[in-house]
C-alpha cells in the first residue's frame, strides 16, 4: 500500500537557524498536506500542495512539491520558538481516496 | 477554529471494562475518521466514515467499534480494554471545500488502560 516516508525523525536545531523536512512516497500524489502538533495538542493543517513543482509560502514557512509529485519538503527561515512541534506530511491513501497516510513526523526542537 | 469535540480528554480504566469515546463536530462535514497515536509518534488511521451509516476499518487493525448514526457524532467504542489499547485517540472530520480536503482534529482522548 502507499508509504510516505519522512525524515529526519528528529532535528534540534539553533533559534535562528533553519530546518528543513523532507516528504517521499512510494507513489505518484495527487495532493500533499502538512500539519503541525504542538506538544501535548492536536495536528493542525498547515497546507496543501497539488501542482507538479509547487511552492507555497507562508511567512517563514516554504513548502514545495516535487516535479514527479512523489516527494515534498517544508522549509522554515530563522526558527523561532513557536515553531517548536512535530511536523507531518500526509498524502491519500490511494487514487481518489479522502483518507490521509501520514509519515512519521520530524519532531523539531528549537534551542534558545 | 475547529468545532470538533472529544470526550473524556483523558481517561485511566482497569482490564476488560467497556469504553466508549465520544467525538462530535458541529461543522456538517460529511467525513470523520478515528485515528490512534502513541506519543510522539505517527498517526494510524483506525476507523473512517463518510456519512451516515457509512463505517469502514482504517490501516491499523483495531478491536475497537464505530457507529454513524447522526451526521455530527462518531463515537468509538472498545468492548473490553487491554493495556495495549493505551494510546492517545484522535478524532478528525473532514469536507471538500475550494479542492482542499483539510482534517480537522479534536483534541484527543488520552487513554491508559490499567
Known amino acids: 500500500g502507499q508509504q510516505v516516508m519522512q525524515i529526519p525523525q528528529y532535528q534540534h536545531v539553533q533559534e535562528g537557524e533553519d530546518f528543513t523536512t523532507y516528504c517521499n512516497s512510494s507513489t505518484t500524489l495527487s495532493n500533499i498536506q502538512w500539519y503541525k502538533q504542538r506538544p501535548g495538542g492536536h495536528p493542525v493543517f498547515l497546507i496543501q500542495?497539488?501542482?507538479?513543482?509547487e511552492v507555497k509560502k507562508q511567512k517563514r514557512l516554504t513548502f514545495q512539491f516535487g516535479e514527479a509529485k512523489k516527494n515534498s519538503s517544508l522549509h522554515i527561515t530563522a526558527t523561532q520558538t513557536t515553531d517548536v512541534g512535530t511536523y507531518f506530511c500526509a498524502g491519500p491513501a490511494g487514487a481518489g481516496s479522502y483518507q490521509l497516510t501520514f509519515g512519521k513526523g520530524t519532531k523539531l526542537s528549537v534551542i534558545p | 477554529e475547529a468545532d470538533i469535540y472529544q470526550t473524556p480528554r483523558y481517561l485511566v480504566i482497569g482490564t476488560g471494562k467497556k469504553i466508549t469515546l465520544e467525538c462530535s463536530q458541529t461543522?456538517?462535514?460529511?467525513?470523520m475518521y478515528w485515528y490512534q497515536q502513541d506519543p510522539g509518534m505517527e498517526l494510524h488511521l483506525i476507523h473512517y466514515?463518510?456519512?451516515?451509516?457509512?463505517?469502514e476499518k482504517g490501516d491499523l487493525s483495531s478491536e475497537s467499534t464505530v457507529s454513524r448514526i447522526r451526521t455530527e457524532h462518531f463515537p468509538l467504542t472498545l468492548e473490553s480494554a487491554r493495556p495495549s489499547h493505551t494510546s492517545q485517540y484522535l478524532c478528525?472530520?473532514?469536507?471538500?471545500?475550494?479542492?482542499?480536503?483539510?482534517?480537522?482534529f479534536g483534541p484527543g482522548t488520552r487513554l491508559t488502560v490499567t
Open positions: 461543522m456538517g462535514h460529511d467525513k
Open positions: 500542495l497539488v501542482k507538479s513543482g
Open positions: 466514515s463518510y456519512g451516515v451509516n457509512s463505517t
Open positions: 478528525a472530520s473532514s469536507e471538500l471545500l475550494t479542492g482542499v480536503e483539510e482534517q480537522y
